[in-house]
């Protein structure tokens, strides 16, 4: 029952951005799983994934800001990933169809924590290019974390354009700030900004040019 309670509690605390979070951890929670589950990871080993990509990016940020670290203080997000592990475990064999599946959780996943890592930034009282910093951390280090986990190369070391959308969608909230547009509208349009950019780039395979030694453009 006190378990319960506290569930209780958390969510009658919960304001729009809490939200977002919320989301995001779920989104980004089964992401890792689902790539836990391809390499035949154990239950246990699945959660601990799932959990990493869910809060790593996170955590780096209260770390760097100086701010008590967000999961330490509300263990809804644990119970997130957990969710997240029971949704994986009960569709996987619907999972082991959806080749897009991994996409879509992870790119709305990344467009979530980049809001959310942007607005805590300001709420501390730091410039936009800080939040933009912090946004792109709290969005791509979570799946560098998980990428090390899974023993695969890091993803935002690739040509695909994956941490640069989170800037794309920081540069996006500041325009917005700076127009005065409301919160809401502005978390929406930024949200929408990483999505889109991610989603466009490996459609129509937009890369950052790849950087090469001097030697190799000779041979």
Known sequence: MDILNYIAESFSNITFLKVIDFI??????????????AKRFDWFGAYVVGAATAIGGGT????????????MH??????????????VIM?????????????????VGLALFT?????????CNLPIWVAIVMGTMTGAAGGVIRDVLI??????FRKEIYAMAC???GVVFGICDWFGTPVEVTMLLCGTAVFLTRVLAVKYQ???PTLRAEDEEKG
């Open 206 to 208: 937009i890369c950052l």
């Open 74 to 87: 509300d263990g809804i997000y644990l119970f997130c990933t957990g969710l997240a592990l029971v949704w």
């Open 167 to 169: 800037v794309v969608g």
């Open 115 to 123: 809001i959310v890592g942007i607005q805590k930034t300001l709420d």
């Open 24 to 37: 995001g951890t779920f989104a980004f929670a089964i992401s890792g799983i689902r790539l836990a589950s």
């Open 60 to 71: 780096l940020r209260d770390v760097m800001l100086d701010v008590p670290v967000f999961w």
């Open 151 to 156: 023993n695969e190369e890091p993803l935002i």
């Open 91 to 107: 569709f996987r064999r619907h999972l082991v169809h959806m080749h897009n599946t991994f996409f879509v959780f992870d790119a």
